[in-house]
């Protein structure tokens, strides 16, 4: 499981699985679930993630995986 946050979208994404999404449901407005042929959750998507939660206080723990905030706009660096 990893979770990025892409900082010119603001977008946040939780990949559950790393496969490709053979389709995408938009559950809510601005949710998004990637879903597998088979139906299972693969992914989930918030969009306008800025407006929807605090990330200044996102913090993830208690499982394996990696946080990353992706901003395209300076070369393509990860912080």
Not at 55 to 67: A, M, T
């Amino acid at each position: 499981m990893n979770i990025a946050y892409f900082k010119d979208m603001d977008s946040l994404y939780v990949e559950i699985s790393p496969e490709s999404p053979a389709h995408r449901w938009e559950a809510h407005a601005g949710i998004v679930l990637n879903m597998s042929a088979d139906g299972r959750v693969v992914g989930i998507e918030i969009e306008k993630a800025s407006q929807a939660t605090n990330l200044d206080i996102l913090k993830v723990g208690g499982f394996p995986g990696l946080v990353e905030v992706i901003d395209t706009n300076t070369s393509g660096t990860t912080h």
